[in-house]
């Protein structure tokens, strides 16, 4: 297997080389209050976080305390705080429905405060750079794909099991003795509040992955530095016309490309583009030019697994799979980028 060569601090984490950036935020100290507003909480984030900049650099550049001392309140601590506040005036998606989750309010999503997973197991098919993952899929999205191909799960958030962050943390540890290399936090977007949690009760050095559709806001945007080691992100469309379209979403550009930027900025990024039949022209040459301009040192799949799920019937253009054709040119886009870490 060829090394993906911009996915370098993920692999020392994976190595117990380098300690998980949640492990380095839970060796911040903060004290704050509970009662604090949401404005203060956020002044005291804003402090902390350069504590974990400078702290993160040492480690990473001179190899010093490469494995840095847990405390008892911590920037998780801090950042849980927040995210508890937010859920009452729902903002953790670009949706911004403002309900409050807390007292069962439903926003576009229809997830109450307490996550639930459909499903947590060793993946063996995703890159082969993370596998095998431990991925744990949580229920509910906050877009709605015609093609779907997790329907079932992201229509019906209310079944599955409940994300306790205590019993899955011990899951996860219990993964990672069977030989799982990372977390891989699936359709996260509306669960920031119970993924942290979850970390935050965790005992082992395991990388944390943001496997997602990158329509987070960005609040939560800033609350994932010093959490998240590689965003396993989507960019699906091209244009805001095709996203509205398909997954019913505004502003698709402005937002993914805006949280993509600021995950580059603190992370590492493996970037998935799913190729869509009939979309070359309008979505997957203007991705890959986005990418290969703006984030060019990301690891990159180019997908060919679309097939026609859930209301793609309604949608004659995209109701059939890709042409062989298609992959083709796809192909020729991509090499002809000039990305140079590209998975195909
Ligand atoms: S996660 Fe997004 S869709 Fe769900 S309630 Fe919050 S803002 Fe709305």
Redesign the pocket.
């Known amino acids: 297997m060829k090394e993906p060569f911009f996915l370098q601090r993920y692999q020392k984490v994976e190595r117990n080389e380098l300690p998980a950036k949640y492990r380095i935020s839970r060796s911040i100290p903060v004290t704050f209050e509970k009662t604090a507003s949401l404005d203060e909480l956020w002044y005291t984030h804003r402090l902390k976080i350069q504590d974990y900049r400078k702290l993160l650099t040492s480690i990473d550049t001179d190899g010093h305390n490469s494995y840095p001392i847990i405390t008892n309140s911590s920037l998780i601590d801090l950042k849980i705080a927040i995210l508890e506040k937010i859920i009452e005036k ?4 670009e ?3 403002y ?1 409050n ?1 807390k007292r069962d309010q ?4 229809r ?1 109450g405060a307490i996550s639930r997973y459909a499903s947590e197991f060793l993946h063996t098919g995703e890159e082969p750079e993370l596998v095998p993952s431990h991925t744990i899929f949580f229920t509910g999205c ?1 877009f709605s794909c015609v093609y779907c191909q997790n329907w079932d799960i992201a229509t019906h958030p209310q079944k599955g099991m409940i994300a306790d962050p205590a019993e899955l943390a011990k899951l996860i540890e219990k993964r990672h003795k069977q030989g799982a290399r990372n977390v891989n936090f699936v359709t996260p ?2 669960h920031p509040h119970t993924v942290i949690k979850i970390i935050n009760n965790l005992s082992v050095n395991i990388p944390v992955i943001w496997n997602s559709n990158m329509y987070h ?1 960005k609040e939560i945007a800033e609350l994932l530095e010093g959490v998240v080691d590689v965003y396993l992100a989507d960019l699906r469309y091209g244009n805001d016309c095709c996203a509205k379209k398909y997954s019913k979403v505004d502003e698709y550009m402005k937002v993914v490309t805006e949280n993509l930027t600021h995950a580059y900025s603190n992370a590492e990024i493996l970037l998935r583009h799913l190729v869509l039949p009939g979309h070359l022209d309008c979505c997957t040459k203007p991705a890959v030019e986005w990418v290969a301009t703006h984030i060019p040192h990301v690891r990159f799949n180019l997908m060919f697994q679309y097939t026609p799920h859930h209301l793609a019937y309604k949608y004659p253009e995209i109701n059939k799979p890709l042409a062989r054709q298609e992959m083709e040119k796809a192909i020729e886009i991509v090499l002809s980028s000039g990305l140079e870490d590209v998975l195909v």
């Not at 729902?90 to 998606?93: A, L, P, R």
């Not at 439903?106 to 999503?109: A, E, F, L, Q, R």
């Open positions: 729902c903002h953790f998606c949706r911004r429905c309900v989750r439903k926003g576009y999503c997830i906050v977007t509306p806001s």
